[in-house]
C-alpha cells in the first residue's frame, strides 16, 4: 500500500508511522552516543543503561518490578521480541491463542515455531472479547495466549474484566500471556492496564513494548522484554542465534528517552488524542461508521454504508481513485468475511496530512454520490 502511495503520490493514512520527528533531545542523545563511541556490539541482552531504564519505566508507569539483570532483554523492535518469545516458550504442535483481527507478525512467528494458531475474534463494531469463544478456545494444549492491548489495528483495549478471564485461563491451562504492549503510552481514556498486573499474571506474562511508537523513532527498532527468569532466559537463547545485538547509540537514547518528564508522556497522549478526533470527524462527515478509538493511533471505520462489501478491492482502488491510501482490516483475520468492509486509517500524521486526505476522500465520496 506505500508502494501504491508513492505511485500515485496519495496521502499515506495506511502504514503506521509518523511523519514527523520524535523528541529532539533523544535524537540528540542518539548523535551524541555515536560521537562518544557507542557503535560497537552492544551486550546480547542489552546495555545496562536501557535495561534500567525500562526496569524503572514498568515502575513509574505500572507498578511493575523487573529485574535487569535476569528480567529485562532489548530486540530490535517489538517485533524480534514477540518472535524470540513464541519460539523460546513454544515446541512443535503446542496451540498459540491469537486475538483477531491481529497484527500479521504474529502468524508468523507462530508457523516459524511449528505451534498451532488458534484464533478468538473481536466482535464488531466495538470490538469486544467474546468471552465463551476464547474459553472455548484454551485448553491444556495451549502455551500462549497473545493479546496487543490498546490494539492494532481497531484501536480498541481490553477491559479489566476481559484482562481478569484472560488471566484465569492462563493460570488454569498453565498458558503463558504475551503481551505486546507498544500503544502503552497511546491511551485516552483512564490508564493503560496490563495483564501483568492482575494478580497471578507477572509470573506468567511475557510483557513486551518498543521506543517506536512512544518516541516515532519507528526506523530505530528498539524494543524490550519484560518477563520472569524462565521465560527471559528463553527470549535471549533465542536472539543470541538470530541478531545477537545492535542499534547500540539508539540504545543509549532510548535510556535517556524513557527517563523523561511525565509531561512529555501526557503530551503524547493528548496530540494523539486531538489527531483521532479530527479524523474520527472528518470520516464520520465522509459517511464512514466510526467506532472511536480509546488507544494506538489507528481508527476501524466500516465503509459498507458507502457501498463498500470489499473492503481489499476498495483500498486497492482508493490510490487512484482518491489519491488515499487506507489498509484493509479484513487481511488481518484468518476469516476475512466479517469485517470484510472495515478499513484501518492511521492518526500518526500531521494534522494538514489528514485534513488533506479526508477532503480527498470527501471528493471522491461526492463524485460517486
Known amino acids: 500500500m506505500t508502494a501504491l502511495a508513492q505511485q500515485h503520490d496519495a496521502v499515506n493514512l495506511g502504514q ?8 529532539a533531545q533523544v535524537l540528540a542523545a542518539a548523535q551524541q552516543a555515536i560521537a562518544d563511541g557507542h557503535n560497537q556490539y552492544a551486550p546480547g541482552p542489552g546495555i545496562p543503561a536501557l535495561r534500567e531504564a525500562v526496569a524503572e519505566h514498568g515502575q513509574r508507569f ?7 539483570g535476569t ?18 516458550i513454544c515446541d512443535p504442535g503446542d496451540e498459540v491463542v491469537v486475538i483477531e483481527p491481529s497484527y500479521d507478525a504474529y502468524d508468523v512467528a507462530i508457523a516459524l515455531a511449528h505451534a498451532v494458531r488458534v484464533p ?24 500462549a495466549i497473545i493479546l496487543n492491548s490498546p490494539h492494532n489495528p481497531t484501536g480498541s483495549a481490553l477491559s479489566a474484566d476481559e484482562l481478569e478471564a484472560i488471566a484465569g485461563l492462563c493460570q ?7 503481551s505486546d504492549e507498544v500503544y502503552e503510552h497511546l491511551v485516552f481514556a483512564g490508564e493503560h492496564r496490563s495483564i501483568a498486573q492482575v494478580d497471578g499474571m507477572r509470573d506468567r506474562t511475557v510483557r513486551i513494548s518498543s521506543a517506536a511508537k512512544s518516541f516515532s523513532v519507528t526506523g530505530w527498532k528498539t524494543g524490550w522484554v519484560c518477563a520472569p527468569p524462565p521465560l527471559t532466559d528463553a527470549v535471549r537463547m533465542v536472539k ?4 545477537f545485538s545492535g542499534g547500540t547509540p539508539f540504545q543509549h537514547a532510548i535510556a535517556q528517552a524513557l527517563r523523561l518528564d511525565d509531561s512529555y508522556f501526557n503530551g503524547l497522549a493528548g496530540d494523539y488524542r486531538n489527531r483521532r478526533d479530527r479524523l474520527v470527524d472528518g470520516l464520520r462527515g465522509v459517511g464512514f461508521d466510526v467506532t472511536e478509538p480509546v488507544g494506538t493511533y489507528f481508527v476501524a471505520a466500516d465503509a459498507s454504508a458507502l457501498g463498500v462489501d470489499d473492503g481489499v478491492a476498495f483500498c486497492r482502488s482508493l490510490p487512484e481513485q482518491a489519491g488515499v491510501v487506507a489498509i ?17 486509517f492511521a492518526t500518526c500524521k500531521r494534522p494538514q496530512v489528514l485534513d488533506e486526505g479526508i477532503a480527498r476522500l470527501a471528493a471522491l465520496a461526492d463524485r460517486q454520490g
Open 16 to 23: 503506521g508511522f509518523p511523519d514527523e520527528d520524535g523528541p
Open 62 to 68: 505500572h507498578g511493575l518490578r523487573y529485574d535487569p
Open 71 to 88: 528480567e529485562v532483554s532489548v530486540t530490535f523492535g517489538a517485533t524480534e521480541g514477540l518472535s524470540a518469545s513464541l519460539l523460546g
Open 240 to 243: 543470541s542465534y538470530t541478531t
Open 328 to 344: 484493509p482490516i479484513g487481511v488481518f483475520c484468518e476469516d476475512p468475511r466479517a469485517l470484510a468492509s472495515w478499513i484501518r
Open 172 to 178: 488454569r491451562h498453565d498458558a503463558v500471556a504475551v
Open 120 to 143: 478468538v475474534p473481536l466482535v464488531a463494531p466495538d470490538f469486544h472479547l467474546d468471552l465463551d469463544r476464547l474459553r472455548a478456545a484454551v485448553s491444556d494444549r495451549t502455551r
